[in-house]
């Protein structure tokens, strides 16, 4: 009998622990995140990439009175702005979803950490990333997306889920990749934010956003 109350008396020890555990990890990690928008983000990096690959490799040279080279990078820098409006549109939505259905707000401390850490690279990548495209250093935007949004990532990834840190630890090595290969930038920008953004978001989903609805 006394083994018995003792196992309870455990049981019911270990059950608080694990509770007082999810409460401070609410607190200070920023857990609303969706796995389905890293799905989506990816399918719009991959549809971006694939008008970009039209755009640069499949011009119709009958044609050539009327190309102009300024047309197509201009295309090519409206493509880019619309996949990043979607990705952030649809992550926002998502999000805003998620916290809703577990009854918490989107907009908390932990939040404001997550976009405050990830803030300076990311800005600071955007400027870097507009200014080559300004001197016409084509070459070198792709790895430098990569490189910037996957540090970022890192930055940001002390505040919520340790999937994503991971995700930008993986977005810095492709980025220095395709610093070392030349002329595959498009190839890298889609694996980059394309494949591996599906790949942890549909991670995300499985390991996180199910189990919460289980729960």
Same mark, same amino acid.
């Given at each position: 009998m006394?083994?018995?109350?003792?196992?309870?008396?455990?049981?019911?020890? @270990?059950?608080?622990?694990?509770?007082?555990?999810?409460?401070?990890?609410?607190?200070?990690?920023?857990?609303?995140?969706?796995?389905?928008?890293?799905?989506? !983000?990816? #399918?719009?990096?991959?549809?971006? !990439?694939?008008?970009? &690959?039209?755009?640069? &490799?499949?011009?119709?040279?009958?044609?050539?009175?009327? @190309?102009? @080279?300024?047309?197509d990078?201009?295309?090519?820098?409206? =493509?880019?702005?619309?996949?990043?409006?979607?990705?952030?549109?649809?992550? #926002?939505?998502?999000? =805003?979803?998620?916290?809703?259905?577990?009854?918490?707000? #989107?907009?908390?401390?932990?939040?404001?950490?997550?976009?405050?850490?990830?803030?300076?690279?990311?800005?600071?990548?955007?400027?870097?990333?507009?200014?080559?495209?300004?001197?016409?250093?084509?070459?070198i935007?792709?790895?430098?997306?990569?490189?910037?949004?996957?540090?970022?990532?890192?930055? !940001?990834?002390?505040?919520?889920?340790?999937?994503?840190?991971?995700?930008?630890?993986?977005?810095?090595?492709?980025?220095?990749?395709?610093? #070392?290969?030349?002329? &595959?930038?498009?190839? *890298?920008? $889609?694996?980059?934010?394309? =494949?591996?953004?599906? =790949?942890?978001?549909? !991670?995300?989903? *499985?390991? @996180?956003?199910?189990?919460?609805? $289980?729960?």
């Open positions: 006394n083994n018995k109350v003792l196992y309870m008396e455990e049981k019911d020890l @270990y059950s608080e622990i694990s509770s007082i555990r999810n409460l401070m990890e609410r607190s200070t990690r920023f857990i609303s995140l969706s796995g389905l928008s890293g799905v989506m !983000a990816g #399918v719009y990096a991959l549809i971006g !990439a694939g008008i970009a &690959y039209k755009l640069i &490799y499949l011009k119709n040279d009958t044609d050539l009175l009327t @190309y102009s @080279y300024q047309t990078i201009i295309r090519l820098f409206l =493509v880019a702005i619309l996949v990043l409006i979607f990705s952030v549109g649809t992550g #926002v939505w998502l999000t =805003v979803r998620k916290a809703r259905r577990k009854g918490q707000s #989107v907009w908390n401390q932990s939040s404001q950490s997550f976009l405050k850490s990830g803030a300076l690279p990311l800005v600071t990548g955007g400027c870097f990333v507009l200014l080559l495209f300004m001197q016409g250093r084509f070459g935007i792709a790895p430098g997306c990569l490189i910037f949004y996957g540090l970022a990532l890192v930055s !940001a990834g002390q505040h919520t889920y340790g999937d994503v840190k991971w995700l930008g630890l993986c977005e810095i090595a492709l980025g220095l990749l395709a610093t #070392v290969l030349p002329g &595959y930038g498009l190839l *890298f920008w $889609a694996f980059g934010f394309g =494949v591996l953004h599906i =790949v942890y978001g549909s !991670a995300m989903h *499985f390991k @996180y956003d199910r189990e919460n609805n $289980a729960n």
